[in-house]
């Protein structure tokens, strides 16, 4: 079964215990996907964001045989308990599909691109522990304050996130805090 995940960020430069057999391709579908999620270890991180503008993600296939093979090795990946796999891990195959907004249209594309099956992170924006979408100030703010291995954890991900991921909120980022990103992707 030929088997892709999307990514967006730091699966693209980081991709760890996820089997990927081939490198990351600009060829994605159009997700609405913005830096909106609060991590626990305090980075502002790319989700799919309701409302946010829709860009073209990355693409890469994994190695892998199964959808459910798929969905447990992104869920490691990602550090998501088994016990959330099903809302935290978005897929779609021919036979089945989450229940995630955007699995329709991902699904779409992947018809038309030949391929049988994709996953996605499909964690929701939060933002001090609750499930918001925080405004581009709220973000700024939040970064601005952040110190020592936390500030360098998030500045990190901010400038290694591909250039071609060109949403709203990191040219303010880059105005306000100077993380100017690195297209290393």
């Known amino acids: 079964m030929k088997i892709i995940c999307l990514g967006w960020g730091s699966l693209i430069w980081d991709p760890r215990t996820l089997p990927v057999s081939s490198g990351w391709s600009h060829d994605g579908p159009l997700l609405p996907v913005e830096f909106t999620r609060q991590s626990n270890d305090g980075r502002i991180t790319l989700a799919i964001t309701p409302d946010a503008c829709a860009v073209k993600v990355f693409s890469a296939l994994l190695n892998v045989v199964t959808m ?89 991900y901010v400038r290694r996130t591909p250039a071609a991921i060109r949403t709203a909120y990191p040219d303010e980022i880059e105005r306000a805090l100077g993380w100017i990103r690195i297209d290393d992707a």
């Open 68 to 156: 459910d093979e798929a969905c447990r090795a992104l869920a490691e990946r990602e550090g998501i308990p088994a016990k959330f796999i099903t809302r935290s891990v978005g897929h779609w195959a021919a036979s089945s599909q989450s229940d995630h907004p955007q699995a329709r249209a991902i699904g779409n594309w992947a018809t038309q691109a030949g391929y049988e099956g994709v996953v996605w992170t499909a964690l929701k924006p939060k933002f001090d522990d609750a499930y918001v979408t925080p405004s581009c100030a709220q973000v700024l703010a939040y970064l601005g304050g952040l110190s020592g291995d936390a500030r360098e954890s998030a500045e990190i």
